[in-house]
Nanobody
Framework: QVQLVESGGGLVQAGGSLRLSCAAS????????MGWYRQTPGKQRESVAA???????DYAESVKGRFTISRDNAKNTMYLQMNNLKPEDTAVYYC?????????WGQGTQVTVSS
C-alpha cells in the first residue's frame, strides 16, 4: 500500500507561481512512475506531468515551458513547480503513483488562478 498526500494548492493571480508537493508513505520502494493530474467539474481527469524513478519527465503540451516536475526519492516526495499560471490552469490537482501492480491517488489540492 502507498499513501499520497498533496499540499501547496491555493489562490494565485494570473502570471503567478505555486509549488505543489506530494508526500508518499507506505511501500514507497515499490513506486515506479509518479505524476500529476488535474480535473475540473464536468471534465475528465487529464495528465499534467509525470516522472519516472530515474528522473525521466513528460509534460502535457499545455504546460510545457511553465511547469516543472521533480522527485526526491530520498524524501519520497514529488513536486510540481507551476510558473506563469493561467486561469485555465484552475483545477483540482491530484498526485498519482504507479507500482508494478497498482496505482494510487491522493485526495487532491485545489489550484485557483484569478484573471
Amino acid at each position: 500500500q502507498v499513501q499520497l498526500v498533496e499540499s501547496g494548492g491555493g489562490l494565485v493571480q494570473a502570471g503567478g507561481s505555486l509549488r505543489l508537493s506530494c508526500a508518499a508513505s507506505g511501500n514507497t520502494f515499490t513506486i515506479n512512475t509518479m505524476g500529476w493530474y488535474r480535473q475540473t467539474p464536468g471534465k475528465q481527469r487529464e495528465s499534467v506531468a509525470a516522472v519516472t524513478r530515474g528522473g525521466i519527465t513528460d509534460y502535457a503540451e499545455s504546460v510545457k515551458g511553465r511547469f516543472t516536475i521533480s522527485r526526491d526519492n530520498a524524501k519520497n516526495t514529488m513536486y510540481l513547480q507551476m510558473n506563469n499560471l493561467k486561469p485555465e490552469d484552475t483545477a483540482v490537482y491530484y498526485c498519482r503513483s504507479v507500482t508494478a501492480e497498482h496505482q494510487y491517488w491522493g485526495q487532491g489540492t485545489q489550484v485557483t488562478v484569478s484573471s
